[in-house]
């Protein structure tokens, strides 16, 4: 699915224009691509916040640039966004023009699915990766990719080369990197009150042969 958005050509660039933008609700923003220039824009930090938290960060997006009483609308993805550190506000939005026959990266994130076995005998489920990169046209970036656990037993694993993405996906991480697994729990120390791993000495264990 893809989101409509609305922008406008922006000429000022110091510290007045952007808090006038800001008063008006407004954020600067760059627009560009392999086959264009890059073009300063001003677009609703509000309209663009409501979009990636419906469609995310993959979001495909139809920028509508306004210039004077003419416009053109670019097919665009989210680039990369910058917040307020304190109000945790958007503040600026760089936009990315991308060609349908052109493979991008795209960061997609992990779906656990199913039910381990190996969390049932008392193994503790570990995801390590939450999001994996990924190279596919613009119009195939799944939401995420899913990862059916249910055949995972305690002290087994699965890594990317066991992910199974969507026909025209490619994931792009090492195939041995580590995705999740179920290991057993951390045996505890002797009722002794040795320290876990401490050897007790054997003439402890056996006793003096003392009265």
Do not use: W
Not at 78 to 107: C, G, N
Not at 180 to 195: H, K
């Amino acid at each position: 699915m893809e989101a409509n958005l609305e922008a406008q050509v922006r000429r000022g660039k110091n510290k007045s224009h952007i808090r006038n933008l800001k008063e008006k609700g407004l954020i600067p923003g760059v627009v560009y691509g392999k086959k264009m220039s890059s073009i300063p824009v001003a677009l609703s930090a509000g309209e663009l916040q409501k979009i990636l938290a419906q469609e995310g960060s993959n979001a495909l997006i139809n920028l509508k640039v306004k210039k004077n009483a003419t416009s053109k609308t670019y097919k665009v993805m989210v680039k990369a966004v910058q917040y307020d550190p304190l109000r945790r506000t958007l503040i600026h939005a760089d936009f990315y023009q991308y060609s349908l026959k052109e493979k991008i990266r795209a960061e997609v994130a992990i779906n656990l699915t199913g039910s381990a076995p190996g969390v049932d005998a008392g193994g503790i489920l570990n995801p390590v990766l939450r999001r994996v990169e990924v190279e596919c046209l613009a119009t195939e970036i799944p939401d995420s990719i899913t990862v059916d656990i249910s055949n995972l037993d305690l002290g087994e694993s699965i890594t990317v080369s066991g992910l199974v993405p969507p026909p025209g996906v490619t994931v792009i991480e090492d195939p041995d990197a580590l995705v999740v697994a179920v290991t057993g729990m951390e045996t505890p120390a002797a009722e002794t009150g040795a320290p876990a791993g401490e050897e007790i000495p054997a003439e402890e264990a056996a006793g003096d042969g003392s009265q």
